[in-house]
Structure formats: structure tokens, C-alpha cells
């Protein structure tokens, strides 16, 4: 579609505080209620309406009598001026009600492969009752591309549950803190009840990672305690562990955030990690959309969901200081 084009060079050297001076003088037609209008004194109107002048080669307002009478030139713009300055107001200051069933917009969510299967039902009912113009788009992530895509605006928001290095620009709600779990199949590979830490290490293990990797902060729990975990398989989906395990002499662990997605697999003992090992999960955003309404629905939207999906999951506790930060480095 063809645009009409415009000079920034003559208006960067357009004060837009005239156009506000020349609608009150058109509307008080006396330089000094004008000014007392804007909360100026009267040189400042004068200088303002001599520039005004001299911006635009017309008189504008001639005095008759007490009053300033405006020119052709002003009975012109006048309309024309009023509409601008309404429309900036209207732009700029208004903040109407936001009605998320008149929205209609792509939002790109970023998550976990687990967590998408845990909150994203709830989720997207929400969303059809509430938003229906609203599409849902899911990404799956690598932990080192997640705040490259979103600077790029690529995605909109990421469910983060790995530390990541934010930038001035980006802004972060921690809302829970989830300790790990092991999941077995009591048929195919039997444990003491409560394993320890060395009964877990003489099993071999499978492991999640979309990125091909194990490192973590539970192998880093195995290596303070001088034990190695058998890595002998790597998934890149989480939802095939439950059934890997269900079919395999294999040991897993997982956040306890997931205990959800293997409850319902028969068999499958899902026991607390012995030792400390926690993760923060949380969302991730541009600060670039920290107060545009869309967004923030959809935020708190999110955060709704994940509150009720999480509320009762052992292991899982909420953050305590739920406050938005904006900078700085997990």
C-alpha cells in the first residue's frame, strides 16, 4: 500500500508546543487567558505566537479591540490542529479499558516441552472464553537462543526454568521454586523406599534434554556428593520418559513440577530427590511490553493458569517475592 511520505527535517524544527498555543488562542481569543490556559505568563504567548508567526508567514491573530481575531490563514488550520491534538491526547494519555474479546493477535509463547503439556489445556480454554481472537503459538527453545529470539521480537513470552543472563531490557517474574523428583518403575527396577543418592547413581539413567546435553544442577548434586549418574539415554521429548521408564530398567529425574505428567502412568514411583537441588521457574519479557494491554493480559493469564495448575504439586512452592525485576543477571 502507497504512504504518503513526510519531511522529519521540517518537523523536528516544528515545536508541537505551538500547535497547543495557537488551539487556545483560537479558543480564548485574548493572549492572556490563553496564557493562563497553559499556565504560562504572557511574554511566554507572545513569544510563542511571534514564532508561530514567522513558522507559518501569516499574522494569524490581529487585535480588534480586546480580542485577537484570527486570519483566513488561522480559520483554516484551526479544525485541522484541534484534530491533531485530539488524536495525540486520545494516543498518548487515554488508557481505555482493555477488552480482550475484541482483541485479535498472534501471542508466541516459549515453554518447557513438560510444561506446555501441564498448563497449555487450561491455558488455551481460558483463552477461547475469554480472548477467542487470540492465537496461541508454541516454540520450543534452546536455553541460549531463548533471549536472542525474544530481543528479535521472534517470541513473545518465555516460561524460563533455567538461569539466564538478563539484560537491562528484560524484565522477570519468578513464581515458583521446584525441587527435583525420581521416577522409576517399581516392576522394572526395584529400590529401597527411600533410595539415597548412591542407590540413584547405580542406575542408569534417562535424561530429557532438547539440546542433547545432561548437565545440570543435578549433576552437579551427584558430583558434590562424589557420584556420577549412568546417563544411557537422551530423550528430546519429555512425555516419552513415562513410558520409557514403564517399559525399561531405567531411572529418571525430573523437576517436581512435572510430578503431573507421570501420576497418571501405572507403576511409576515418583520419590523427592534426596539433597538440595532447585530450579526457579518463572516468565520472561521484553521490557518493551511491560504496559502494552495485549500483554499484559496475556500475562497475567499465564500466571492465573500456572498458579492453579501448580498450587497443590509437592515439591513445587511459591516464590516469595513475586515482584517484577528489570535487570540483572540470575
Given at each position: ?19 497547543v ?25 507572545s ?91 508454541s ?5 541460549d ?22 539484560r ?16 522409576h518403575?517399581r ?103 511491560d ?24 515439591g ?15
Open positions: 500500500m502507497n504512504q504518503v511520505d513526510f519531511s522529519h527535517d521540517a518537523l523536528r524544527r516544528l515545536d508541537l508546543n505551538l500547535l498555543a495557537f488551539d487556545a488562542l483560537m479558543q480564548e481569543r485574548h493572549v492572556s487567558r490563553a496564557a493562563a490556559r497553559l499556565f504560562l505568563g504572557q511574554p511566554a504567548m513569544h510563542a505566537l511571534a514564532r508561530l508567526r514567522q513558522l507559518l508567514d501569516d499574522p494569524l491573530f490581529v487585535r480588534s479591540g480586546s480580542r485577537m481575531e484570527p486570519t483566513p490563514r488561522a480559520r483554516e488550520l484551526a479544525p485541522q490542529v484541534r484534530a491533531w491534538l485530539e488524536q495525540a491526547q486520545q494516543f498518548l494519555f487515554r488508557a481505555d479499558a482493555f477488552d480482550p474479546a475484541a482483541a485479535h493477535a498472534t501471542f508466541r509463547l516459549a515453554a518447557p516441552d513438560g510444561m506446555e503439556a501441564l498448563l497449555y489445556p487450561a491455558l488455551i480454554a481460558t483463552l477461547r472464553r475469554e480472548a477467542p481472537g487470540v492465537r496461541l503459538r516454540q520450543l527453545l534452546e536455553t537462543q531463548q533471549l536472542t529470539a525474544l530481543d528479535h521480537d521472534e517470541v513473545d513470552l518465555l516460561i524460563a526454568a533455567a538461569p539466564l543472563a538478563l537491562d531490557w528484560h524484565s522477570r517474574l519468578r513464581l515458583f521454586e521446584s525441587d527435583f523428583v525420581s521416577v518403575s516392576r522394572q527396577l526395584p529400590l529401597p523406599e527411600p533410595a539415597t543418592l548412591a542407590d540413584l547413581a547405580s542406575c542408569d539413567h534417562v535424561v530429557s534434554s532438547y539440546r542433547g546435553t545432561a548437565a545440570g544442577v543435578v549433576d552437579h548434586l551427584f558430583a558434590a556428593h562424589g557420584l556420577e549418574r549412568r546417563v544411557l539415554v537422551l530423550s528430546a521429548s519429555l512425555m516419552a520418559i513415562s513410558h520409557i521408564v514403564a517399559q525399561a530398567p531405567l531411572m529418571s529425574i525430573q523437576p517436581a513440577i512435572y510430578r503431573g505428567l507421570f501420576s497418571t502412568t501405572p507403576d511409576l514411583a515418583c520419590a523427592p530427590l534426596p539433597g538440595e537441588a532447585r530450579i526457579t521457574i518463572g516468565l520472561v519479557w521484553h521490557r518493551r511490553n504496559r502494552h494491554p495485549l500483554h499484559r493480559y496475556l500475562r497475567d493469564t499465564v500466571i492465573a493458569a500456572m498458579r492453579r495448575q501448580f498450587a497443590d504439586t509437592e513445587v512452592t511459591r516464590h516469595a517475592d513475586g515482584a517484577r525485576e528489570t535487570a540483572g543477571e540470575e
